[in-house]
């Protein structure tokens, strides 16, 4: 019997997050990780990235892309829901909990992300406008009403629908994004909620496999 290749994913050639683990790869690096399938990374500069070759693998020209195979997906909430749906480990196997599990993971991708993408495009683009001040209240005030909502549901659990699920691991890739805003201390319960993500091994090895990379690209 003829084993699977390995899952390639194309990451940043030079991540702008240097290394830090916010480069949406992480999410595709923590997800193989956690449900122990080996992996091998691709790395892209922003010049290929929006060349044939690679809009050929993702239409927008970005990363990441996995490959497997004969199959080829972009857009990481895609990509992990494959890779929760064909390995154990990220999603239950009682059928209502699986639907609430991802739907958890449509929540972060669709919900919650978006307005904190915005803030960062606030923050590295709108600077210097005369409306940033307004525009950056408006968009935390956005933010501040989807973790209230979050923090909410979460209470005093250590995950949102009882085991560790992709959901989770969605969720709080996409949290982590705020670190370092101070909108995540008004909450201590999505906090600790983090802390927890960044806690498991499947996470830490991610981590250490994302960092290693760009340390390895900036040397050369």
């Known amino acids: 019997m003829t084993s699977r290749p390995k899952p390639i994913i194309t990451v ?15 999410r595709v690096r923590w997800a193989l990780e956690e449900v122990g399938k080996p992996y091998e990374a691709r790395s892209v500069s922003f010049a290929a990235m929006k060349e044939p070759a690679h809009r050929a693998l993702h239409p927008f020209g970005q990363i990441p892309t996995f490959e ?104 709080a890739d996409v949290l982590r994004r705020l670190n370092g805003s101070g909108l995540l201390d008004e909450h201590p319960n999505l906090l600790a909620f983090v802390a927890r993500a960044e806690a498991r091994p499947a996470f830490r090895r991610a981590y250490k496999a994302q960092y290693a990379f760009f340390n390895a690209a900036v040397s050369v």
């Not at 940043?12 to 992480?26: C, I, N, Q, Y």
Request: with cysteine; hydrophobic share 45%.
């Open 12 to 26: 940043f050639e030079r991540s702008p997050d240097e290394g830090k683990g916010l480069a949406r790869d992480m």
């Open 68 to 171: 497997e195979g004969d199959l080829c997906l972009f857009e990481t909430g895609a990509i992990v829901f494959h890779i929760a749906n064909r390995h154990a480990g990220l999603l239950p196997d009682e059928a209502n909990a699986r639907a609430r599990a991802i739907a958890w993971m449509f929540a972060a991708i669709s919900t919650i992300e978006p307005v904190i993408i915005d803030r960062e495009v606030v923050h590295y683009l709108e600077r210097d406008e005369t409306w940033f001040e307004q525009r950056l209240h408006t968009v935390e005030d956005r933010i501040r009403n989807k973790l209230t909502d979050l923090s909410r549901h979460l209470g005093d659990a250590d995950w949102l629908d009882g085991m560790f699920s992709a959901g989770d691991l969605l969720t």
